[in-house]
Nanobody
Framework: QVQLVESGGDLVQPGGSLNLSCVAS????????MAWYRQAPGKERELVAS???????????SVKGRFTISKDNVKNMLTLQWNLQMNSLSSADTAVYYC???????????WGQGTQVTVSA
């Protein structure tokens, strides 16, 4: 089992920046990939960015050049953290952001509780 806790969501003005963090605990050495998703009101949840354990990165077209996903090296056997640096934010980025982890030999994904990002003047 893996537990995920997001933080960093906030109200920010258009053009501003935010950094989201996701801290995983539990079976962290079994995590294959980590990702950020978002869900805006009335819309389906969509992939924002993902990073695999060996460093392969993928971004949604809508955030390329503005968002950066990164992961910290495992510094202890207790937690793993990955981040989403978001720059040049616009109202279109307003959503609840969720972190997700895929674990070896587990067919379902693990999700955090979500953190609200609101971009508004």
């Amino acid at each position: 089992q893996v537990q995920l806790v997001e933080s960093g969501g906030d109200l920010v003005q258009p053009g501003g920046s935010l950094n989201l963090s996701c801290v995983a605990s539990g079976a962290i050495l079994a995590i294959n990939s980590m990702a950020w998703y978002r869900q805006a009101p009335g819309k389906e949840r969509e992939l924002v960015a993902s990073i695999t354990s060996n460093g392969n990165i993928n971004y949604a077209d809508s955030v390329k050049g503005r968002f950066t996903i990164s992961k910290d090296n495992v510094k202890n056997m207790l937690t793993l953290q990955w981040n989403l640096q978001m720059n040049s934010l616009s109202s279109a980025d307003t959503a609840v952001y969720y972190c997700q982890a895929k674990v070896k030999y587990v067919t379902y994904d693990f999700w955090g509780q979500g953190t609200q990002v609101t971009v508004s003047a």
